[in-house]
């Protein structure tokens, strides 16, 4: 798990702005595979579809793996900082009562990589929803049921 220090580093350099389009990686604390659990991913999901409905973001790909998540997304409102602090809260809450645990769940901080408007937008969605594939956890990627992306 990274240091708070190393946490820290990762805003080094971190810029939010509106319209940009982000791909950003969280990871579970000691990459605990918490959501190979179907139900437990899906708690996931419904917070990534709450901060579109909040329009906080535009979802464009994501994919749930059991460790950890993958979001690309166009930042709406607010800033990146604030949108994964506010979805990582969501998840832990969701989780920890459907678990009946409490606690953290997530390592501190996330990583993030703006896209540049050239990068072919199609091609790192197929890229992230290919993680499952990559993993060894599917044959093929309709076989896995935690992802979605706006152009597959």
């Known amino acids: 798990m990274p240091t708070i220090h190393q946490a820290h580093r990762l805003r080094t350099g971190r810029f939010s702005a509106p319209g940009q389009i982000y791909l950003v990686t969280t990871v579970v604390q000691n990459r605990?595979?918490?959501?190979?659990d179907f139900m437990q991913g899906r708690l996931v999901v419904d917070a990534l579809k709450k901060a579109q409905e909040e329009e906080l973001?535009?979802?464009?790909?994501?994919?749930?793996?059991?460790d950890h998540l993958h979001w690309l997304f166009e930042l709406k409102n607010?800033?990146?900082?604030?949108?994964?602090?506010?979805?990582?809260?969501?998840?832990?809450l969701a989780l920890n009562r459907s678990l009946e645990r409490d606690g953290s769940l997530w390592q501190h901080g996330f990583h993030d990589r703006a896209i540049r408007r050239d990068e072919d937008l199609p091609a790192v969605a197929r890229y992230i929803v290919a993680n499952p594939l990559r993993a060894g956890l599917v044959e093929k990627i309709g076989d896995y049921p935690l992802w979605d992306a706006v152009w597959l």
């Open 57 to 66: 973001v535009l979802s464009l790909a994501w994919v749930v793996m059991p």
């Open 78 to 92: 607010n800033t990146l900082t604030c949108i994964m602090a506010r979805t990582k809260s969501r998840i832990t």
């Open 32 to 36: 605990d595979p918490v959501f190979r």
